[in-house]
């Protein structure tokens, strides 16, 4: 049954469009500010797919942990997997925007750099289920 829902869950978001970063909002952009709310459409778009693969993976997370009575602490792993994905991501998109300090394109490197880093996480969330 948990292999089952694991396979399931996968192919529901594999076969979701990863368009999103595909998907360029920023092409009629002209002005700084236009660009920093496209980048962080962008980045809310990504962020709200991978805060539903975390959720529905959760849920399996403790279905697992019920299962086995926590022996694998499979929720815990994916709780303490995700906020060092968080801290990690934040830390390394302020270094990538940090470059930009003495301009205005700092919150266009942070948006995007968060962008690229939540897609290579929702990946790698995806590609590891068993299928």
Same mark, same amino acid.
């Given at each position: 049954?948990?292999?089952? &829902?694991?396979? %399931?869950?996968?192919?529901v978001?594999? @076969?979701?469009p990863?368009?999103v %970063?595909? $998907?360029?909002?920023c092409?009629? =952009?002209?002005t700084?500010?236009?660009?920093? $709310? !496209?980048?962080? *459409?962008?980045?809310?778009?990504?962020a709200a797919?991978?805060?539903? =693969?975390v /959720? *529905?993976?959760?849920?399996?997370?403790v $279905?697992?942990?019920? $299962?086995? *009575?926590?022996?694998?602490?499979?929720?815990t792993?994916?709780?303490?997997?995700?906020? &060092?994905f968080?801290a990690?991501a934040e830390?390394? !998109?302020?270094?990538? &925007? &940090?470059?930009? +300090? /003495?301009?205005?394109g700092a +919150?266009?490197? %942070?948006? @995007? !750099?968060?962008t690229?880093?939540?897609?290579?996480? %929702?990946d790698?969330i995806t590609?590891?289920?068993?299928?």
């Amino acid at each position: 049954m948990i292999k089952k &829902a694991f396979f %399931l869950f996968a192919v529901v978001l594999m @076969a979701a469009p990863h368009a999103v %970063l595909a $998907e360029d909002y920023c092409a009629d =952009a002209q002005t700084t500010p236009e660009i920093n $709310e !496209c980048t962080r *459409e962008e980045y809310d778009a990504v962020a709200a797919k991978l805060d539903e =693969a975390v /959720t *529905e993976l959760r849920k399996m997370a403790v $279905e697992i942990d019920g $299962e086995t *009575e926590g022996d694998y602490k499979v929720a815990t792993k994916l709780d303490a997997s995700q906020t &060092a994905f968080k801290a990690y991501a934040e830390a390394s !998109c302020e270094f990538a &925007a &940090a470059v930009y +300090t /003495t301009g205005t394109g700092a +919150t266009a490197a %942070l948006n @995007a !750099c968060l962008t690229k880093l939540t897609q290579q996480r %929702l990946d790698i969330i995806t590609s590891e289920l068993p299928r």
